[in-house]
């Protein structure tokens, strides 16, 4: 049982270079999502989904795609990176209800140049 | 939005002592929940407190909450300098996501 895993750990990209961060679960959760923590900032939610092929909108959604195709993954896509993009994206998922605990992945550590 | 404020934004102790860390929030909760994150790391869970609930202990987690005042304290007793990490209070939003304060940073020393 790995929980949540996140592909890739690190990565460097130039702007306007687009790439795709994975994150895939192995615990039959519904619920995952996207966040993003740059510092003193706390987490910022990017996106979410609520079942598979179902996503939505979180806090700081724009320059940012996501496609739930299979259950246990969730893709975060980047079209065109921007140096503001530059930040550690985490992945978490949760089974179902408001009081199950989320769990999070290790997360990817973005540079844009 | 970040619903959470956590207070203080650093706090350097001794090993032996206690933590203790304040989460204010704005909206009304179902639940408030307690978070740490290892530099570096995911964030782990640590406790969930519901909003009809005053005190939720843990080991050697205490949680507190005062939904009147819209505030929760986390208090680690007898400190370890494993316990050096950040600590998030979250409270829930759309999709059964989290808000997340910014943090508190917690230095353990020998």
């Known amino acids: 049982n790995a929980g949540v895993t996140q592909t890739p750990k690190f990565r460097v990209l130039k702007t306007g270079q687009s790439m795709t961060l994975l994150c895939a679960q192995d615990?039959?959760?519904?619920?995952m999502y996207w966040y993003r923590q740059d510092p003193g900032m706390g987490l910022r939610l990017i996106h979410y989904?609520?079942?598979?092929?179902?996503?939505a909108k979180g806090e700081v959604p724009d320059g940012y795609n996501v496609s739930r195709l299979k259950k246990q993954n969730f893709l975060l896509g980047l079209e065109s990176a921007a140096p503001s993009q530059t930040s550690v994206y985490f992945c978490?998922?949760?089974?179902?209800?408001?009081?199950?605990?989320?769990?999070f992945g290790p997360g990817t550590r973005l540079t844009v140049l | 939005s970040q619903q959470g404020e956590e207070d203080p934004q650093a706090l350097s102790i001794q090993e032996g002592e206690n933590a203790t860390m304040n989460c204010s929030y704005k909206?009304?909760?179902?639940?408030l929940q307690w978070y740490r994150q290892n530099s570096g790391r995911g964030l782990v869970h640590l406790i969930l407190i519901r909003s009809n609930e005053r005190e939720k202990h843990s080991g050697r987690l205490r949680v507190t909450l005062d939904t009147s005042k819209k505030s929760s304290s986390l208090l680690i007793t007898a400190s370890r300098a494993a316990d050096t990490a950040s600590y998030f209070c979250?409270?829930?939003?759309?999709?059964?996501?989290?808000?997340f304060g910014k943090g508190t940073s917690l230095l353990v020393t020998p």
């Open positions: 978490a998922s949760r089974l179902s209800g408001p009081t199950d605990t989320q769990y």
């Open positions: 989904s609520v079942g598979e092929g179902t996503t």
């Open positions: 615990m039959n959760h519904e619920y």
């Open positions: 979250a409270t829930g939003r759309s999709g059964y996501a989290l808000n």
């Open positions: 909206t009304s909760i179902n639940n």
